[in-house]
């Protein structure tokens, strides 16, 4: 009925579900993992490592890093943003933080606060320099 995992990482199985979805009044600590499409309309103190699409709602909160193939942001983001394919911001979104993907679509209404890396190969050298980082780090131990 419970998982071994650890309490700071969830995994969503998309089997189980097509969309997973974070509701309002629902705070998670922890990192989530998902091959399925993910809602937060919640608060996420953590990281969301996504391969299908994220979407945080307009009442969502994350305080951590996202990465995944697509995302549709009209919530609030702390943290840096990793998208493989369409990165949409819209409605009164608010980013702080570093964002690489391969496409950007922003609405005129959204308030950013970071840098922006578009293009196709920029994603690939975010996770080619996250890979040199974790071996320096590793190295450094």
Do not use: W, Y
Request: neutral net charge; aromatic residues 2%.
């Amino acid at each position: 009925m419970f998982s071994t995992k650890s309490k700071s990482e969830i995994e969503i199985n998309p089997s189980a579900t097509s969309t997973s979805l974070i509701g309002a009044g629902t705070t998670i600590k922890g990192d989530i993992v998902s091959h399925g499409d993910i809602r937060i309309d919640g608060i996420l103190k953590g990281n969301i490592f996504g391969s299908a699409k994220v979407l945080i709602g307009a009442e969502g909160s994350v305080e951590g890093d996202v990465e995944g193939q697509q995302a549709d942001i009209l919530g609030k983001i702390t943290g840096k943003i990793v998208i493989k394919d369409l990165l949409n911001l819209r409605g009164k979104a608010i980013i702080k933080g570093n964002i690489s993907a391969g496409k950007l679509q922003v609405e005129p209404s959204v308030s950013l606060k970071g840098q922006c890396h578009i293009g196709e190969g920029t994603v690939a050298d975010v996770v080619a320099m996250k890979g040199e980082e974790d071996q320096k780090q590793a190295i450094a131990k």
